[in-house]
Antibody, heavy 122, light 107 residues
Framework: EVQLVESGGGLVQPGGSLRLSCAAS????????MNWVRQAPGKGLEWVSY????????YYADSVKGRFTISRDNAKNSLYLQMNSLRAEDTAVYYC???????????????WGQGTLVTVSS | EIVLTQSPGTLSLSPGERATLSCRAS???????LAWYQQKPGQAPRLLIY???SRATGIPDRFSGSGSGTDFTLTISRLEPEDFAVYYC????????FGPGTKVEIK
């Protein structure tokens, strides 16, 4: 069974840092591209970042570029999101999501974790 | 960036009725790159439809997707109690974007 379990969320002051983790199991993690997607309270979904299966290709949303860093450790079946210079508008539930192998369909996200809440407030 | 709009914002229907949800893109989307997700309160999104019209694994056949270019539709033929949720469309690719969602609520 595919499982994605996020951790690392919590309350942080504006300007602070936080590192999120996503532990993957039930599939060959090193064969899949991964993403982070966030959802502000009561709001819609916002894509945050992408990393290729090898980690060699990375993309970010403009809203987090220069502040967030995505990485992965295929030996540990883990995905990470280092978040620096946090702002109130970064408050959200952060989901890790696996890209499907439906390559001809743009690889939509076929499995999601349960999410971890990040609250940026003084 | 491709902007997606969804309508209506809220759809009030009764179990057994047909639901028709719309997703419109600001520029043409390859029909292969349009997906739909369902999200229930407190849960992660679930992939329903990919490639505009293909059902994901385990998705009942009452869910169907159609459309091309800039206009796409998700249809739920007969609403079951578990279908009341928020539905998002997504354009896939290197900078994926989501629509704002349509809430399907019990009338």
């Amino acid at each position: 069974e595919v499982q994605l379990v996020e951790s690392g969320g919590g309350l942080v002051q504006p300007g602070g840092s936080l590192r999120l983790s996503c532990a993957a199991s039930g599939f060959t993690f090193s064969s899949y591209e991964m993403n982070w997607v966030r959802q502000a309270p009561g709001k819609g979904l916002e894509w945050v970042s992408y990393i290729s299966s090898s980690g060699s290709t990375i993309y970010y949303a403009d809203s987090v570029k220069g502040r967030f860093t995505i990485s992965r450790d295929n030996a540990k079946n883990s995905l990470y999101l280092q978040m620096n210079s946090l702002r109130a508008e970064d408050t959200a539930v952060y989901y890790c999501a696996r890209e499907s192998h439906y390559y001809a369909s743009g690889s939509p996200f076929d499995y999601w974790g349960q999410g971890t809440l990040v609250t940026v407030s003084s | 960036e491709i902007v997606l709009t969804q309508s209506p914002g809220t759809l009030s229907l009764s179990p057994g009725e047909r639901a028709t949800l719309s997703c419109r893109a600001s520029q043409s989307v390859s029909s292969s790159y349009l997906a739909w997700y369902q999200q229930k309160p407190g849960q992660a999104p679930r992939l329903l439809i990919y490639g505009a019209s293909s059902r994901a694994t385990g998705i009942p056949d009452r869910f169907s997707g159609s459309g091309s270019g800039t206009d796409f539709t998700l249809t739920i033929s007969r609403l079951e109690p578990e279908d009341f949720a928020v539905y998002y469309c997504q354009q896939c690719g290197s900078s994926p974007t989501f629509g704002p969602g349509t809430k399907v609520e019990i009338k």
